[in-house]
């Protein structure tokens, strides 16, 4: 048998992707607003006498559909965090917390590529890296997202839960975009049909207001030239994210993957209207620690599908989720051992993923030549 080792390329995966950048853009009338929110956990750092020094490239880059470079910047993000410190954070999770990082660009609607690099000081070789697609919205908005960022000394985060505001910190205060500079602002906090006011520059004093609520919500009111604008906190988690990039019908035919079939025919049943509702009442259930706000399994479905999306859709044809191979990183992960046989004799090129730990192997053929590989048997497991 002829060998044909020159035409195959093996790889072992160990890929060094960014697990939970999220990026939010907005479309204000006077130009774009943009925001990453990064996880601690994905920053690097040296520990050194009990302190955690952080110094990260973070390298930002936005293509159009013809990879075209249209924004393109590095910024040096530096702090140290003593260990002592993120000790005492609970119910704070250290390594979940976004660190917010804004800047200005200047889009017009459309599909755009995200291009997000963390490097390690200037070590290249210490780098995660981070590519998604996204839609700049056609409308424009006269007020942004209202988040809520905290500091606590140089642990600077956004607020993820209502929770969190039990809780002192150094410094609180409310970001928000907005095409006007406002006559007045005030926070409003309602609970329990009561309705308490507060000006924006006290907001260290919801640990005492709300130190007996059961439940509450804060609302940011702002006045300009006689018209008020309310605004609600958006407390940003994985979940939230990815409800806004996929329907409840989409993310059904991604849980279909994982789910069986009771499972998948109950949801199938609920009416458009109570969809989301009954998702999240799966998820839910299968909360591994229902006591904290983060539900890793739900998380690691989620980057999962994001990733799939992003690395094996067939542009304008089909989401890289709903591909074979998207199907198969969402249901076993990364494979072990990628072997890639690209100019066969007598057959089409084909990609096999090996999972040493399953005992299983899949093989994706380009049956067509243009870069779709499928599986010979379209379901086999």
């Known amino acids: 048998m002829k060998i044909r080792g020159l035409f195959i390329i093996i790889l ?44 990260n490239s973070v390298t930002v880059a936005i293509y159009t559909s013809e990879e075209e470079i249209i924004y393109q910047e590095q910024f040096r993000i530096k702090f140290s965090i003593d260990n002592a410190l993120l000790e005492e954070l609970e119910p704070l999770d250290y390594n979940r917390e976004y660190y917010p990082l804004r800047f200005e660009t200047d889009l017009e609607d459309g599909e755009y590529q995200l291009y997000v690099a963390i490097t390690a000081g200037g070590a290249a070789d210490r780098k995660k890296e981070l590519r998604e697609t996204f839609i700049f919205p056609e409308t424009t908005k006269d007020t942004g997202y209202l988040f809520i ?71 940011l009111e702002s006045y300009y030239q006689g018209k008020k604008y309310v605004s609600a906190p958006v407390y940003p988690s994985p979940a939230y994210f990815f409800q806004q990039k996929f329907t409840p019908q989409e993310q059904l035919s991604q849980l279909r993957y994982v789910i069986n079939e009771n499972e998948y025919q109950y949801l199938r049943s609920l009416s458009a209207e109570s969809l989301q509702e009954g998702i999240d009442e799966y998820w839910e259930s299968k909360d591994p620690d229902p006591y904290t706000i983060d539900n890793v399994y739900q998380e690691t479905f989620y980057q999962r599908v994001r990733y799939a999306d992003n690395n094996y859709r067939i542009r ?43 005992n299983k192997v899949f093989v994706f053929y380009d049956f067509r030549g243009y870069g779709q590989y499928e599986l010979r048997n379209k379901w086999i497991d």
């Open 12 to 55: 072992i995966v160990s890929l060094a992707s960014l697990t939970g950048v999220e990026f939010v853009t907005e479309h204000m009338k006077s130009g774009s607003r943009s925001l990453l929110l990064i996880p601690y956990s994905d920053f690097f750092y040296r520990l050194s006498d009990g302190v955690k020094i952080f110094d």
């Open 149 to 219: 960022e905290a500091e606590i000394g140089q642990f600077r985060f956004v607020i993820r839960d209502e929770k969190y505001l039990l809780r002192a910190y150094d410094t609180l205060q409310l970001e928000q975009q907005r095409e006007f500079e406002p006559d007045s602002t005030r926070v409003v906090i309602e609970r329990a049909g009561r309705r308490e006011i507060i000006e924006s520059d006290e907001l260290e004093r919801l640990p005492e207001l709300l130190r007996d609520a059961d439940s509450f919500e804060v609302l």
């Open 316 to 358: 304008g044809y089909l989401p890289g989720w709903r591909t074979d191979m998207g199907r198969i990183y969402i249901t076993y992960g990364e494979p072990d051992r990628i072997v890639s046989d690209v100019f066969p004799l007598g057959r089409p090129p084909s990609i096999t993923w090996q999972y040493y730990s399953l």
